[in-house]
């Protein structure tokens, strides 16, 4: 089935300002985009998913989250993610967003179940195409 018929909320959770507008106007020419957050840290984006964690509407479908940001990095937001995520009553899909190419990274995100897959920087128009579609990449 082809959800590109269906608009998807994301959430870019980065602190890079120049990945952030390039992945804004990628994201844009795919054409499946409702909504599309930004927070530069993970702090921002969990109290965001906190306080709106019944209301299905404003819970995005996908995550995109860097590793490395201040306050509070993409591991730090998975363990306080993990922590509440059974509340929200829509599941997003998160995926890693990094320009590490570290295999410890890497493993680290694979064990990780609430990560479905760890995407390199940067992201191109038919990932995003295939992610939003939920094809594999």
């Known amino acids: 089935m082809n959800l590109l018929s269906k608009k998807q909320k994301l959430l870019l959770v980065d602190d890079d300002a120049i990945f952030v507008e390039i992945a804004k106007r990628t994201i844009e020419k795919t054409g499946a985009v409702e909504s599309l957050k930004v927070f530069p840290d993970g702090e921002g984006a969990i109290t965001f998913l906190k306080e709106h964690k019944s209301e299905p509407d404003l819970i995005p479908d996908f995550i995109f989250l860097d590793i490395n940001m201040p306050f509070m990095d993409g591991w730090q937001f998975l363990d306080e993610y993990a922590n509440f995520v059974n509340s929200l009553t829509k599941k ?3 995926y ?3 320009s590490s190419v570290d295999d ?4 680290r ?3 990780i179940p609430l ?4 995407i390199i920087k940067p992201v191109s128009l038919d990932s995003f195409k ?3 579609n939920h094809e594999a990449i």
């Open 92 to 94: 997003p899909v998160i």
């Open 109 to 111: 995100a694979k064990e």
């Open 96 to 98: 890693m967003v990094s």
């Open 104 to 107: 410890s990274d890497l493993r």
């Open 130 to 132: 295939k992610i939003l």
């Open 115 to 118: 990560v479905t897959d760890y």
